[in-house]
């Protein structure tokens, strides 16, 4: 039989029923997200690994030391060039960092001009990195992360 009492323990235990879930429910929802809402702030990693484009290569490691390696079609280099990351911001989707050139080798002087000099080392720039492309002004090309597809020629 069904009392007032019997009622009042069935909606306690099904309050704090739904109290423990919804609890539950919060606690995995604040796990799937970042737990300091500035972890996705831009670091150096975010700019890490390599990056590609036809005829070209960027390898940045996680403390920021990147080499670029630049061709004119198959087999006619362009430049070998080495820089230094510095100061991230933005975040691990749109972020930028100061980059410093601390190397430089032109293979093909004929690129470059008076209007249009070869980087020179303690030239510095700001590196875009947007959704997966990195935008290397410096040199005029851009670089795609490996599961981005439109860095092509």
């Known amino acids: 039989m069904l ?10 235990g099904a ?10 429910i919060a606690g995995v929802k604040k796990l ?3 737990a300091n809402p500035d972890s996705d702030a831009a670091t ?5 690994g390599y990056w590609w484009g036809h005829d070209r290569g960027l390898r940045i490691t996680r403390d920021g030391r990147a080499s670029e390696a630049l061709n004119s079609g198959c087999c006619d280099r362009v ?12 975040s691990t ?3 930028k960092a100061t980059a410093t050139v601390t ?5 093909d002087h004929s690129v470059y001009s008076p209007g249009h000099p070869a980087p020179h080392i303690g ?15 410096l040199t005029g090309t851009n670089y795609c992360a490996p599961e981005v597809g439109k860095c092509g020629a």
């Open 15 to 24: 309050l704090i029923l739904v109290a423990l879930s919804a609890a539950i």
């Open 93 to 95: 989707r749109v972020a």
């Open 32 to 34: 799937d997200g970042p």
């Open 103 to 107: 190397a430089v080798r032109v293979r």
């Open 3 to 12: 009392t007032r009492r019997n009622m009042l323990g069935w909606a306690g």
């Open 44 to 48: 150096l990693a975010t700019f890490a």
């Open 79 to 90: 430049i070998d060039l080495q820089f230094r990351l510095s100061r991230p911001r933005g």
């Open 123 to 137: 030239e510095t720039w700001t590196l875009p990195l947007r959704h997966g492309v990195i935008e290397e002004t």
